[in-house]
Nanobody, 117 residues
Framework: QVQLLESGGGLVQAGGSLRLSCASL????????MGWYRRAAGKEREFVAW????????TYADSVEGRFTISRDNAENTLYLQMNSLKPEDTTVYYC??????????WGQGTQVTVSS
């Protein structure tokens, strides 16, 4: 059974930093793209960042470009999101995702990030 386990969320002041981690269990995703999404209460899930299987290419939402960095360690089956210069509007639940071999994505359970002003 595939599991994606996020960690690293928490409470931080505006301008601070957090690093999220996503450990994959049950299979490796070294050849699959992985990414981060977020969803605030009552809103649609929002794309944050994506990285290819070999880590050579990354894509970011305009709202986080230049502040967040996505990376991965395939030897450790772990995905990361370094978040710097955090803003109150970054407050929400962050989800890890991994592309399935066929169609669709696997999802983690989410980790809460709260940025105080």
């Amino acid at each position: 059974q595939v599991q994606l386990l996020e960690s690293g969320g928490g409470l931080v002041q505006a301008g601070g930093s957090l690093r999220l981690s996503c450990a994959s269990l049950g299979r490796t995703f070294s050849s699959s793209g992985m990414g981060w999404y977020r969803r605030a209460a009552g809103k649609e899930r929002e794309f944050v960042a994506w990285i290819t299987g070999n880590g050579a290419s990354t894509t970011y939402a305009d709202s986080v470009e230049g502040r967040f960095t996505i990376s991965r360690d395939n030897a450790e089956n772990t995905l990361y999101l370094q978040m710097n210069s955090l803003k109150p509007e970054d407050t929400t639940v962050y989800y890890c995702a991994a592309r399935k071999a066929t169609i669709g994505l696997y999802w983690g359970q989410g980790t809460q990030v709260t940025v105080s002003s």
